[in-house]
């Protein structure tokens, strides 16, 4: 695999390269995702519903987006935590590009309900309408009723591992039984989790969404499931 450095306003043409080239496929990241939607010959319903690719793959002799994220989310839980979001109640922290992919992601799944709580009421409504009948909008007090807790926040990023920090809700709002999720994987051990596995919580870093996003476009590209376990060890080092 190759990273190529595309400038702001470059989206298009790097569609266009994949087509020249015929490249077997090619991850999106910010700026981009947005952007390179006009280029593609299709988008799958995720990227349609979230207006967002952050993964080009081609079918059928077409270029289609897909939107891997919250996908990634849930088979990082089922596979390694051996969690399933089914019939769960969730709680998503923010309401930006991640959260609205986490939404999606869990209702498609099968959660009871996805709550979504963030400081700006007007973005929490635009998420939660992703979940349909499933989502709304939550306040602080939902969390501690959730069986799964998802901070989609940039809350924790960058702080000592392990260390006391900011968290993205309070820690008395955490409690013995839920699954707390840090989608923040630098550092592996958030201020977050290093709370939810003071209060008993089941803590979940974050290495295994980013794992298992990149593992579903690479068996797309090649047909064949990447070496789980020679990701983790590659994420974790890094």
């Known amino acids: 695999m190759v990273a190529f450095d595309v400038p702001d306003g ?23 995702k947005a952007a390179v939607i006009p280029a593609l010959d299709s988008l799958t319903p995720a990227a349609q519903a979230l207006g967002a690719v952050n993964s080009i793959s081609w079918v059928g002799g077409t270029l289609v987006g897909h939107n891997t994220d919250g996908e990634g989310l849930v088979r990082s839980l089922r596979h390694d935590s051996e969690v399933d979001v089914a019939r769960r109640r969730c709680v998503v922290l923010g309401a930006g590009g991640a959260a609205r992919s986490v939404v999606h992601a869990l209702v498609v799944a099968g959660a009871s309900e996805v709550v979504v709580v963030n400081r700006t009421p007007d973005k929490a409504a635009v998420a939660a309408a992703l979940g349909g009948a499933a989502g709304r909008v939550g306040q602080v007090d939902d969390i501690v009723q959730a069986d799964i807790v998802i ?21 008395d709002s955490l409690r013995r039984g839920q699954i707390v999720v840090d989608l923040v994987y630098q550092p592996i051990v958030t201020p977050l989790l290093a709370a939810a596995a003071a209060c008993g919580a089941q803590p979940v870093d974050g290495i295994g969404m980013l794992v298992h996003q990149a593992a579903i476009s690479l068996e797309r590209w090649t047909g064949e499931l990447p070496e789980l376990a020679v990701m983790h060890r590659a994420a974790r080092a890094g």
């Open 10 to 32: 470059g989206a298009e043409g790097a569609v266009a390269a994949v087509r020249a080239l015929h490249l077997g496929g090619l991850m999106v990241t910010m700026p981009h």
């Open 151 to 171: 901070n989609a926040t940039s809350v924790g990023m960058g702080a000592p591992a392990g260390a006391s920090g900011p968290l993205p809700c309070p820690a």
